[in-house]
Each structure stands twice: as structure tokens, then as C-alpha cells.
């Protein structure tokens, strides 16, 4: 059998607030490490709140005493291997933690662990004698560090558990100094701890499409570019359907309403004005609403006039007023093989996808 704890009865004071039940893509951050074990494990209990699907083990005054009070709630002859789990690592996978109960399966436990790649300084309270600092470099190469979740035989950390008596701050260190041994196994970069804001990303994805028909003139404008041709396309603004798209795109992921409602066509304001200053302005608007953009694609749509030659330039315009590196403005233009209105050379769309993450 396979059995899954997961801690979730932490007060999070340096998150600022339940950081458990933070969104996170739509779900809470709990919510994704138990949706993972549901799949993987026969039975998952949860510590400290209350999951569908789950059982409920109380609190306890610490995250060791919390693992006690779920290990209890199993019977006194399960056998197999249990899972022990922060619910604040909500990134975890499914093949991830299959390939950890299948060690501890094999070799009793599996502890995963990542080497240390930072520069590692250790505080030495005789510091001031030996170094003018007060600290000593460690070599990062003896070191790692090790997460969760930790997966052990249940009757092995069931005797280890309630024989403690002392709390310890995860169960590799009380297993390696009960039985001596643990099986560390490479962990998995992307499985971080949620600990502090900042640690939970949020992206948003917005959608944006325009179209404006030819009339009379002598160049098209797209991306804030200047393209000769003998025809312009109309429209209250300059009828830059490309800057327009990517403004829908960045309001759309920012939460914000379209760009008809921002820049209407009835304000005199905005008659024949550059469209990249509307699109400036719509960066402005998702800097206000806490977001940055992370990366625009467009496709430029239309039979004619030829915009590969001018992409390059269209990217570098956009990627200033964006703020971001003309590497992630990507721009592409296709044909409709002559059909439709657009074959016909009757005008220029554009659609174009915005990613946007919490600043």
C-alpha cells in the first residue's frame, strides 16, 4: 500500500497570509499537491484542513507532532510506504513522486535532494577573531539540500516517530539517526517551497485580434512601421492593426477590457493618433495592475503588401514600448491562399497572443 501525509496546518508568517490557499493557475496551492497523490497513493491524509477525497488528521503544535497525528490515524497493521509531504510545494509531478515511492519501495526510504549551487557563508559567532566579516565561506560542494516529499517504509518511520523524544524539523534527519542510513535520490529543480510571495509565480495569458479593410493612400503602418504600398488601411486611429491586436492581447491578460472600450472611436482624442502611444499605454495599465509582459506573438495576416522585410524592425519598435527583449517579440505574417475577403486584398488582420506575469 501506499499512503500519502500531507502538512498543511503551517501558520505561514512570512508568506503574510494562507498561503495554502492561494491561487495558484487557477487552484489552490494545497489543492495541487493533493491532486497528485490522489493519483499515486491508495490512501492521502491531510494535516490541519479539511480536502475532499481526503482524510482529516489535526494540527499539531509542530510540523513534527502534525506527522505524528497523521500516522496515527493509519491502522496498526498497514503496511507499505508512506509519503511525507509540504503542502506549500505544489509543484511536484505525478512521475515524480511514482518514482519516489518506487525507490522507498526497493530500498526503504528515498529522500529527495539537489546539490548546492549558491555561494554558501555560514555565520561563525568567533567570526570577528577569525575573519573581520564574521562569517565563513562553506564549500558548497559537501553540501545539499533535500525536500519533500520523503517517502519511507511506514512500520520503519512509525517505530521512529513515536520513539522520538524530540521533535526534528523532517524525517530524513530523524530516519538517518534512528537506522543510521537514508536513500538520497535526485530531487527535482522545479519542486520548490512556497515561502514567501514572491515564490508564487502567477502568468496570465490574454488574446488579441484586429482588422481594418484598405482604402486610398500610399503605405501601411503595422507595429509602428511605415510600409509603402498603394493603399493604407483605415481606421479612426492610424489603423495599426498590429499595435491594436497586442493591445487587446496585454488588456485581455491583465484583466482589463478591450481596447474599444479604452480608446473608443466617438473620443476626438484618438483620431489618426500612433498607435504605439495606445500601446504604451495599455503597458502602463498592466503595470498598474500589478503585471509585466513576458512575451507577444503576432501573426500578420493579409495577401499583401510583403511584411517579412519589415518584421525584424516591427519587433524591435514593440519589444521598447513593451519593455522587454526583442527576443521574445515574436511576429510572423502568413497568406489566406487567396480566399476570403483577406485573399481578395480587401485589408490586414492580425492576432496575437500576450504572456503576462505578477510583478
Do not use: W
Request: a negative charge; one cysteine or more.
Amino acid at each position: 500500500m501506499r499512503y500519502a501525509i500531507i502538512v498543511a496546518g503551517g501558520s505561514a508568517s512570512r508568506f503574510g497570509k494562507d498561503k495554502l490557499n492561494a491561487q495558484l493557475f487557477g487552484k489552490s496551492v494545497l489543492t495541487h499537491s493533493v491532486d497528485v497523490f490522489k493519483d499515486v497513493a491508495d490512501v492521502v491524509i491531510v494535516v490541519g484542513q479539511r480536502v475532499e477525497g481526503t482524510v482529516f488528521a489535526e494540527g499539531g503544535d509542530t510540523r513534527f507532532q502534525s506527522v505524528k497525528n497523521g500516522l496515527r490515524l493509519l491502522a496498526n497493521d498497514a503496511q507499505g510506504v508512506v509519503a511525507i509531504h509540504d503542502g506549500a510545494r505544489p509543484f511536484i509531478t505525478k512521475p515524480f513522486v511514482e518514482r519516489l515511492f518506487l525507490e522507498a519501495e526497493r530500498h526503504g526510504s528515498a529522500v529527495p535532494s539537489l546539490p548546492v549551487t549558491d555561494t554558501i557563508y555560514q555565520k561563525n559567532e568567533y567570526g570577528v577573531e577569525k575573519n573581520r566579516h564574521g562569517v565563513e565561506k562553506c564549500d558548497r560542494n559537501a553540501l545539499f539540500t533535500v525536500q519533500t516529499p520523503q517517502v519511507f517504509d511506514l512500520a520503519k518511520l512509525r517505530h521512529a516517530v513515536e520513539s522520538a523524544t524530540a521533535d526534528y524539523p523532517d524525517e530524513s534527519t530523524l530516519y538517518l539517526e534512528t537506522y543510521g542510513e537514508v536513500n538520497f535520490v535526485d530531487g527535482l529543480r522545479s519542486n520548490t517551497k512556497v515561502t514567501y510571495a514572491e515564490d508564487l509565480p502567477e502568468y496570465k495569458i490574454g488574446v488579441g485580434f484586429d482588422v481594418h479593410p484598405f482604402a486610398s493612400g500610399d503605405c501601411v503602418i503595422l507595429g509602428g512601421v511605415s510600409i509603402p504600398f498603394n493603399k493604407k488601411l483605415k481606421g479612426h486611429s492610424d489603423a495599426d492593426a498590429l499595435c491594436h491586436a497586442v493591445c487587446d492581447a496585454v488588456l485581455s491578460a491583465s484583466g482589463s477590457r478591450d481596447i474599444g472600450h479604452q480608446f473608443p472611436d466617438t473620443d476626438p482624442r484618438y483620431k489618426g493618433i500612433d498607435s504605439t502611444k495606445l500601446l504604451a499605454r495599455c503597458v502602463e495599465m498592466a503595470a498598474e495592475s500589478g503585471y509585466e509582459i513576458v512575451n507577444v506573438s503576432a501573426v500578420v495576416i493579409c495577401q499583401e503588401p510583403k511584411i517579412s522585410p519589415y518584421i525584424e524592425k516591427m519587433a524591435e519598435k514593440l519589444s521598447k514600448i513593451l519593455k522587454i527583449s526583442v527576443f521574445c517579440v515574436n511576429i510572423s505574417a502568413t497568406t489566406t491562399e487567396h480566399l476570403g475577403a483577406l485573399g481578395n486584398g480587401d485589408g490586414i488582420a492580425v492576432s496575437a497572443e500576450a504572456l503576462l506575469k505578477r510583478s
